[in-house]
Structures are given as structure tokens and as C-alpha cells.
């Protein structure tokens, strides 16, 4: 009797707020490989974990191409060690590119503010004869 649990795509549409499409989508990419029986599609335990792994990296911004280096990297038999070493250095970089682009953000934001301040500035005149019209 195989006790190994199993997930529908419904299941997991609703445990990950995602859509049959998105599932299908990785499906296609070959990131998670579900059983087929007949038409229906049925994902093991390490497909779920898969699935969570590439919603964790899209949310941090990584491409499903890194998502698949990382994900691929599993076959590896050396205990993980290589996985982990590359994952790390992934995390690193983006982390890099995040920070590069916090602080685009806010130069951005305060040219905006200053943009928003020199408007106010010279509008408030025009705004004071207007009133007292």
C-alpha cells in the first residue's frame, strides 16, 4: 500500500492561491513533473515541495530559469552540499540587484517629493490670488 501523499491540482490551486494554468504553466517548463492518470494529474509530495520552492523564488524576483538551476540541483547526490552552495550564491546576488534598486527607488522618490514640493511652491501664489478673486 503506498502511503506517500498525493495532491490534486485543485488541492494545490487553492493551498497556493494560484491557478490550474500556473501549474500547468510549470508543468510545461518541466519544474514539477505530476503523475498522469488518464487526464487527471496527480503531484507527489515532492512536486508540492518543488511548487513552493518556485512561488518563494518568483516572489523574490528570481527568473524560472535560476528557479530551474536551483530546483535541478536537487538530483545532485552530495548530501545537498551543492545545491546549497548555489542557492546561496543566487540569494546573494539577488540580494544585490534588491538593494541596487532600493536605492534607485529612492532617488526616485525624492526627486518626486522635490517635484511635488516645487509644484506646491508655485502653485500656492496662484492659488492665494485665486482666492481672494
Do not use: C
Not at 16 to 41: K, M, N, W
Not at 89 to 104: G, M, P, S, W, Y
Amino acid at each position: 500500500m503506498n502511503t506517500t501523499r498525493t495532491y490534486t491540482i485543485r488541492q494545490l490551486t487553492k493551498e497556493f492561491s494560484v491557478t490550474a494554468r500556473t501549474l500547468r504553466f510549470y508543468e510545461d517548463e518541466g519544474l514539477i513533473a505530476p503523475e498522469r492518470r488518464g487526464q487527471t494529474r496527480i503531484y507527489s509530495g515532492r512536486d508540492r515541495a518543488r511548487i513552493i520552492l518556485i512561488l518563494r523564488g518568483r516572489r523574490v524576483g528570481f527568473s524560472l530559469a535560476e528557479i530551474r538551476e536551483i530546483l535541478d540541483l536537487y538530483g545532485v547526490h552530495d548530501g545537498g552540499v551543492t545545491q546549497l552552495v548555489h542557492s546561496r550564491k543566487k540569494f546573494a546576488e539577488r540580494i544585490d540587484t534588491l538593494e541596487r534598486q532600493k536605492v534607485d527607488i529612492d532617488e526616485s522618490l525624492k526627486e518626486l517629493r522635490k517635484g511635488i514640493a516645487d509644484i506646491d511652491g508655485k502653485l500656492a501664489p496662484q492659488q492665494q490670488a485665486h482666492a481672494a478673486e
